[in-house]
């Protein structure tokens, strides 16, 4: 929620919309979360649906009255579309053009022309951490597996070698890299510096997705030794392209976001001076709106234009590539809802006196809520959201620094062991040609290795700053 600041969230968490105490707030808590759970895992009901249900049932558990249950739910959805639906909706503009433009085609087969056989596990990594940067998760994977697929059978790799540091590269982004909506939602929810949080992420991205990729993929070649199934070779969306944008042009329009964001980053820590006009200029260049707005605008022209898109073929892309975030944007704002109605009934400060008496580091607790949470539900934007709204306050009186560290502790959660319940796992299950268990002892581990080790090294930066 852009509007509210922590303090606001810290004095809503000191006034709940009910007297219930810790016991009945905690068995609240559980309650409504397991509402959730059950909705989505055993009648497969919709996200959206399950976390308004969810919402609703929180606040009758905790006794709070069923008008100001409904209050609280709508302000946190709308505060959290308003915060970041928009930002949500030019990050899928921007991958749609990527993709349909052959843009990311010219990335992936300009790197793989010149990697060698021994550093194609590190290609494959670094195509997909380019890629998966603009991408949803589910995207990047469908854009990828022909590039996996075609590599593996014309080197005569084993599938997982070549498979496990792309499917790395997509699920680091994912988690821990905005303007991915999971990372979003949870900086928006904890009051985080946008620009301090990715310099933050990549920092910690890069070693993760190093150990999680190219390193583990070594060990799962190992344990699950498979080739590539004829069958599941689709056809590239560049196929039908009579040309596609050059590959320094595609790397710099996707990169475009990001450089602003972290100038801006810099220009804050360096500079520190509201009045200062380069602090000024900074600050709207590099604000997430206009970062991805700038984006998008110049990849109009530099992928879409340099693919011989018409104007009609332009506003068509566009208009398809909104579509399939409908769901998305309802989870993630019913996420801030069912976030909302958690600090409203008083959890924030039960939170809180909770993490004080037993002295757990904040760090630590919002991880291990995230893990609980994903482990439940299989969502990773799930879990991120519920998660940030739990250990929100926490974040009052925290350095912006910690703060960031708060929302990449809660992305590395929830990417803990994807398993049975996570659309991820049959996703790569059916694309790649395993069982259950090849899944579990490849993609799974992959999953809780990316977790562990952010999280390690989380904790290792916040030694630090």
Do not use: C
């Not at 739910?73 to 709308?78: M, V």
């Not at 809660?410 to 398993?419: T, V, Y």
């Amino acid at each position: 929620m852009t509007s509210l600041s922590v303090e606001m969230l810290a004095a809503d968490a000191a006034e709940p919309i009910t007297s219930a105490g810790n016991a009945q707030l905690g068995i609240a808590v559980l309650a409504g979360i397991a509402v959730i759970v059950l909705l989505i895992t055993k009648f497969k009901l919709h996200a959206f649906l399950a976390l308004t249900i969810g919402s609703l049932a929180l606040g009758a558990f905790a006794g709070a009255p069923l008008a100001d249950t409904i209050k609280s739910f709508s302000t946190g959805l709308g505060n959290t579309v308003a915060g970041v639906g928009v930002l949500i909706a030019l990050g899928a503009i921007l991958g749609k053009l990527l993709a349909d433009s052959g843009g990311a085609d010219q990335i992936v087969d300009t790197i793989l022309a010149k990697a060698s056989r021994r550093s194609m596990p590190w290609a494959m990594v670094l195509i997909a951490s380019v890629i998966g940067l603009p991408l949803f998760f589910e995207v990047g994977i469908v854009l990828l597996i022909p590039v996996v697929l075609m590599v593996a059978k014309r080197g005569n790799y084993s599938l997982m070698r070549i498979g496990i540091p792309a499917l790395a590269g997509l699920s680091v982004m994912h988690g821990l890299i905005p303007p991915h909506p999971g990372p979003l939602v949870a900086i928006d929810a904890v009051g985080a510096n946008l620009g301090v949080t990715l310099a933050l992420g990549l920092v910690v991205a890069i070693p993760t997705v190093i150990i999680a990729g190219p390193v583990f993929s070594r060990y799962a070649a190992r344990w699950v030794d498979i080739q590539a199934p004829e069958h599941m070779i689709p056809t590239r969306p560049s196929e039908d392209l009579e040309k596609r944008p050059g590959f320094g042009v595609t790397v710099a329009t996707v990169m475009l976001p990001v450089v602003l964001m972290l100038v801006k980053a810099l220009v804050d820590i360096v500079v520190d001076d509201p009045e200062n006009a380069v602090q000024k200029v900074t600050d709207v260049i590099g604000s997430p709106l206009i970062a991805l707005l700038a984006a998008v605008i110049v990849a109009l022209f530099t992928l879409g234009r340099a693919a011989g898109f018409t104007k009609e073929r332009l506003s068509s892309t566009v208009e398809k590539s909104l579509a399939p975030i409908a769901g998305v944007l309802l989870i993630v704002g019913a996420g801030g809802g069912f976030k909302q109605t958690l600090i409203d009934i008083g959890v924030g400060q039960m939170i809180l006196e909770f993490s004080e008496n037993w002295s757990i580091p904040a760090l630590l607790l919002a991880w291990l809520i995230a893990v609980a949470i994903r482990l439940a539900t299989g969502s990773a934007t799930v879990a991120t959201i519920s998660a940030a709204g739990l250990v929100a306050p926490l974040a009052a009186g925290m350095s912006t620094g910690e703060t960031a560290l708060l929302v990449l502790a809660i992305g590395a959660g929830s990417l803990f062991f994807s398993h049975v319940n996570d659309a991820g796992f049959w996703l790569v299950k059916e694309y790649f040609g395993m069982n259950v268990g090849q899944t579990v002892k490849t993609w799974s581990v992959m999953e809780t290795i990316i977790s562990v080790v952010a999280l390690v090294f989380v904790l290792l930066l916040s030694l630090l700053v």
